[in-house]
């Protein structure tokens, strides 16, 4: 949150409010390595003028520091021992492809809490500005044991069907939130004895 208000208060004043929002929408924009080398060109320089003017940077990190308590007390609630990443970082499950109108509601799960960032083994990507939900997750964990290969383990969100009123839409997501594994049975025992259903595809002859 600091650093996006401190973004916005060093860009705004040489770009304007418009082309600042223009240029963090882009893609593949990363203005927080920009706003660090500011700040340390700023803390290593006596000169005034340009980008890293030292009191111009100093007046925008005190500013922001403000702005950034003042959004999250409001966001988060005014104690600060509740705040948490998972209360600004919300993740939504969107199907990929058109949904029937009637299925609408139901394709989209969430929003959930969630942790991790774009540099974080929890890969969970979030874009700078006021919204800071999740762009991109790994929402497929797999581990294996070369040693037992028929016990693989894997985490998939958040089900094994994509469609919104299979039984099996969301059947991941509450282990893959808590980040506990299952097994991945591929012997043949293992496969009867642990599948609850069997499909069948058949191909249609031709005439």
Not at 29 to 45: E, K, N, S
Not at 105 to 121: D, N, R
Not at 123 to 150: P, Q
Not at 175 to 191: C, D, F, I, N, Q
Request: hydrophobic share 45%.
């Amino acid at each position: 949150m600091f650093l996006s208000c401190l973004t916005e208060e060093l860009f705004e004043r040489h770009l304007g409010k418009d082309l600042t929002r223009r240029y963090l929408a882009l893609p593949f924009v990363d203005p927080g390595q920009v706003v660090v080398g500011i700040v340390q060109a700023a803390a290593g320089r006596d000169a005034s003028g340009g980008w890293a003017d030292p009191v111009v940077v100093g007046a925008a990190v005190r500013a922001s520091l403000r702005e950034a308590w003042l959004q999250l007390s409001y966001r988060l609630g005014s104690n600060r021992r509740k705040w948490h990443w998972g209360g600004l970082h919300l993740l939504r499950f969107r199907p990929f492809g058109p949904v029937a109108t009637r299925d609408a509601e139901l394709a989209v799960l969430g929003p959930f809490a969630a942790g991790g960032s774009g540099s974080t083994v929890n890969t969970a990507e979030y874009a700078e500005g006021d919204d800071y939900g999740v762009l991109l997750a790994s929402t497929f964990r797999f581990a294996i044991d070369t040693a037992a290969m028929d016990q693989a383990l894997i985490g998939l969100a958040p089900g094994q069907s994509e469609h919104p009123r299979h039984p099996h839409a969301g059947d991941g997501l509450e282990r893959w939130r808590e980040g506990r594994s299952s097994l991945l049975a591929t012997s043949p025992l293992l496969v009867e004895e642990l599948s609850r259903s069997r499909l069948v595809l058949e191909p249609v002859a031709e005439r």
